[in-house]
């Protein structure tokens, strides 16, 4: 004898519950908070975007400083082979060989060192 089919069962439709309804003042709190969160949100951006702007600045300042003295550099073994060479080896004009010395005297014043320790001094500081 074939056996008959179970009928599906019908689900307990009690069990379904539907969402309470928010009140005005669990609506104007959740709505608060979630001005505070977007308060915070952009308080941290403008701190970011400030903290990335002075990163970059800072980047941008030790790359300066390091271009610096590389031309300090090469301006001093210029000078040293102007020293060191006979006259006829010479390739700068008496012009060109004062302005590296006017270089110098900008670097041996204090001008570059100043600069640098101005700029460590009030990041470090900050």
Known sequence: M???PNP??????SA???EKR?????????AEQEKDWFEEDKR????????????LLHWVLLVLLVV????????LVIRACHVFLPPDQFWLTKEQL?????????AGSGFLGGLMTRYLTRNIEE
Do not use: C, E, M, Y
């Open 2 to 4: 074939p056996t008959s």
């Open 8 to 13: 599906k069962p019908t689900p307990d439709l």
């Open 16 to 18: 379904i519950q539907a």
């Open 22 to 30: 928010p009140t005005r003042r669990g609506a104007l709190q959740a």
């Open 44 to 55: 941290k951006g403008k701190h970011r975007r400030d903290q990335q702007a002075r990163n």
């Open 68 to 75: 610096a003295g590389i031309i300090l550099l090469v301006a």
């Open 98 to 106: 004062d302005f590296i010395d006017h270089l110098f005297q900008l």
